[in-house]
């Protein structure tokens, strides 16, 4: 930001990807994958505010422990449509379908993606996907929590079950298309000189996500279908009452729903690995961990899914292998934190509103891992299991860990999507407010998972009343929280200050084009000839010297 | 992105549109590796725990049309790489005769499957509130189609299958969820295949097929071959193991 003090006023380029054409058929017809992923932005914002308004009327419902608002049918329906609009609408295209979709070609030197059409073509699946769950939405909503659990949503529920596991289906495909589409880009469209462990952490990050997209994803799309028939049909396969197993059903929906955590982390954290080593202006400390640590996670991920299910009456024996392999998990997971905290070292370091989001993020992700570990083990997973406890934790994964990481994202690439910079301090009280409500939320709810409080129950004894009042106050600072970036960063978009083509200044390669890009990315292919996150060998970068000085520890030689 | 003749504006040369589109068709059959693996998981293990009826219902299938409907399979197989190899070598006329008889021999699998399914509906072997196991052994005369020696082998094999399982009713219609489920997924397959094909006899037709560009005629090929592996793991799954144990 030094760098601004005697330059001229900086001005948009005269042609880019936003003004190349105009009228509604150039954005719904379009295959350029900057406008697509703008596409995707409003849409998961909409799911956003659909899930976070079902949100508001859970904690709402919770202030009195007879609760007030809702009746227990309503409650079941608000909890489960919550769940549903979060994961498979919000959180699971977030990261990908956005910032993926917008910045792997830039940052790989593609002038798109390898196959635009069936990515406009992802979009509009998920946009069929969206009505149908939409409608069940509105035609009585759904009341069988989002895990569709069998026999209960084939058989019993009384709610709009077809139409959401059909929504939900649909989706997938979205989902396992953008997969490929990442996975092939990857390997086959990058820029002369950017080798495999030259590309940034976030293309890392979402080479692993592809995999997990495209290797799960199916097997939910198979399981839901299943179900889908039973319902409509009445075929077995799940229904005990006709020989089928239920827990069958469990197996295969987790198989996939496990590894979607990671779909919602892993981006995340390539995000939190782009914006730690530009805000500490320091290359990323033990860059091929973090990268290797993306594929085993994503690997690992897959081996897991049965910790959810150590109460179903599975072996013991096999429950000791999953509960062995859920603590492998932690591995490369610490293996990120550690080394993000390792370039914090001796950094130096700017608290510009992209890190304050980082740095929420390492906070909160750790809380949420280790908390994890809890679950993970056999012993206090029958304590604490389908308590406030798995609530709290989970929430400090997907909200502390993936949103901050959506948001910080959202904030650090605003300035190259839009050419606009949004307003810094109100960005940084907003990421201050977020932190604050999202800690008061969720906190007092480990407290009161620890203490006995089961989940998706619409009533509780008396004495947790403190603790829900609690969350339901931090829910509305949240709110608030969430509601302030929407508004700024759409005002900052048409009126915000110029932001020129490199504002922080960051490595990638996606900030050496305009701000905002043309829509062939680049006007000419570039040669990359540095190495991931050097600040050293980059004149182009306009840095002091000195502030890029790797500063030895004083016990440096000792 | 305009398209300068056959390569799109995203991709700098041919080798890499191409590299690009079989790498990608080739993920898209792992996907389709794990859509088919959970059902085949379902089926597998209700097998194992139900066997008695599983092997009741897999008795009932025609070997005789599963049988040739593999050999149909396997021959589109063969006349699908001779269409990518004419595409290759540049024999255009080729390409058009071989991709006819592709089309040809899917449509012959499918209409085989179709007598088939009809034969499934009127013996009442379809899930649902008709279904009745022992309806040809009780009604010889509705099933004209079934020879009287197999009538009296599958009489016998459905009482020791009933005596075996007092629930054989409910457990045999999971092996007809299955059947119906993985054939009908497998053919709906086909059916996709075959509009792929007429795509390519469209181009094939207009000439577009050279040995410099044809990734089409090759990814199809890919995806056709592999819809034929499917089946080449359902007809022993279905049709075949432990038959008559």
């Known amino acids: 930001m030094s760098t601004t003090a005697a330059t001229p006023a900086k001005t948009l380029p005269e042609h880019h990807y936003l003004n190349a054409t105009y009228g509604i058929r150039s954005w719904l017809l379009t295959v350029d994958h900057k406008r697509i992923a703008l596409l995707y932005l409003i849409s998961v914002t909409f799911f956003f505010f659909i899930g976070g308004f079902f949100a508001m009327m859970i904690r709402l419902h919770l202030l009195t422990p007879s609760g007030y608002l809702l009746s227990a049918d309503t409650y079941n329906r608000m909890f489960t449509m919550h769940g549903v609009a979060m994961i498979f609408f919000f959180l699971i295209p977030s990261i990908p379908a956005v910032l993926g979709n917008f910045f792997i070609p830039l940052m790989i030197g593609a002038k798109d993606l390898a196959f635009p059409k069936i990515n406009l073509l992802s979009w509009y699946i998920y946009v069929v996907g969206a009505l149908f769950t939409l409608y069940s939405m509105i035609s009585g ?412 520890p004083a016990h440096g030689d000792d | 992105m305009h398209r300068t003749g056959e390569l799109y504006g995203q991709f700098k040369t041919l080798e890499q549109q191409k590299e690009s589109a079989s790498l990608g068709m080739w993920i898209f059959l792992i996907t389709e590796v794990m859509f088919f693996g959970g059902i085949m998981l379902a089926y597998t293990l209700n097998r194992h725990v139900y066997f008695p009826a599983f092997a009741a219902g897999s008795n009932t299938l025609s070997l005789k049309l599963g049988t040739i409907n593999t050999g149909v399979l396997l021959a589109s197989s063969f006349t699908m790489v001779m269409a990518v190899w004419a595409a290759q070598v540049g024999r255009k006329t080729l390409i058009t005769v071989f991709l006819l008889l592709t089309i040809g021999l899917g449509f012959i699998f499918l209409g085989i499957k179709y007598v088939e399914y009809s034969q499934k509906f009127e013996h009442h072997l379809v899930p649902g509130k008709k279904f009745d196991i022992f309806f040809c052994v009780n009604n010889p005369s509705s099933c004209p189609d079934v020879a009287p020696d197999e009538l009296m082998e599958e009489s016998k094999l459905l009482d020791e299958a009933k005596a075996a399982d007092p629930d054989l009713e409910s457990h045999a219609q999971l092996y007809y969820s299955a059947y119906f489920g993985m054939t009908g997924l497998h053919a709906l397959h086909m059916i996709i295949g075959a509009g792929l094909l007429f795509w390519l006899l469209k181009g094939s037709l207009a000439g577009k097929f050279t040995p410099q560009w044809n990734t089409p005629v090759d990814i199809v090929g890919l995806y056709w071959h592999f819809v034929d592996i499917v089946w080449i793991y359902l007809f022993p799954l279905l049709y075949l193991i432990d038959r008559h144990k």
């Not at chain 1, 606009?420 to 201050?432: D, N, S, T, V």
């Open chain 1, 141 to 552: 909503g759904l009341d069988t929590g989002w895990t569709f659990y069998t026999p209960l949503s084939t058989v019993y529920s009384n709610s709009a079950v077809a139409p959401a596991v059909i929504g939900v289906f649909i989706t997938g495909f979205s989902s396992i298309l953008t997969g490929l589409n990442f996975l092939v880009t990857i390997h086959t469209m990058r820029a002369p000189g950017m080798t495999w462990f030259r590309l940034p952490l976030f293309v890392w990050a979402h080479y692993a996500t592809s995999i997990v997209m495209i290797l799960g994803t199916p097997v939910v799309a198979i399981t839901l279908a299943l179900a889908g028939m039973e319902r409509l049909f009445g075929l077995g396969f799940f229904n005990p009452a006709m020989g089928g197993d239920p827990i069958l059903f469990q197996h295969l929906f987790w198989f996939y729903s496990h590894p979607a955590v990671y779909i919602m982390i892993l981006p995340a954290m390539g995000v939190i690995s782009e914006l730690i080593p530009t805000f500490a202006r320091k290359q990323l400390f033990g860059y091929h961990f973090v990268a290797a640590a993306s594929l085993a996670i994503a690997v690992i991920g897959f081996l897991v899914w049965a910790h959810h299910m150590f109460v179903t009456g599975q072996s013991t024996y096999a429950a000791l292998a999953f509960s062995f392999l859920t603590f492998l998990v932690a591995i490369p997971s610490a293996v990120k934190v550690f080394n993000w905290a390792a370039t914090l070292y001796g950094g130096s370091i700017s608290f510009d509103t992209p890190m304050l989001y980082a740095f929420g993020f390492l906070g909160l992700f750790l809380i949420g891992g280790l908390t994890g570990l809890f679950l993970g083990c056999l012993g206090t997973d029958i304590h604490i299991h389908d308590t406030y406890f798995v609530v709290a934790h989970f929430h400090y994964i997907m909200v502390g860990g993936a949103i901050m990481g959506y948001l910080g994202g959202l904030h650090f690439w605003w300035p190259k999507m839009t050419g606009r910079m949004y307003p810094e301090w109100l960005a940084r009280i907003a990421a201050l407010i977020l932190f604050v409500g999202f800690n008061l939320t969720f906190f007092p709810q480990f407290l009161l998972g620890y203490l006995g409080m089961p989940r998706r129950y619409h009533v509780y004894p008396p004495e947790f009343q403190v603790y829900n009042v609690m969350s339901t106050a931090g829910a509305s600072i949240l709110a608030i929280g969430y509601l302030m970036p929407m508004i700024y960063l759409t005002w900052a978009a048409f009126y915000g200050k110029v932001a020129g083509d490199n504002p922080w200044p960051a490595t990638g390669l996606e900030w050496k084009t305009p701000s905002p890009p043309p829509t062939e990315n680049f006007p000419v292919t570039p040669i990359v000839t540095w190495e991931a996150y050097d600040f050293h060998n980059r004149p182009d970068l306009g840095l002091d010297p000195v502030s890029t000085h790797e500063i030895m």
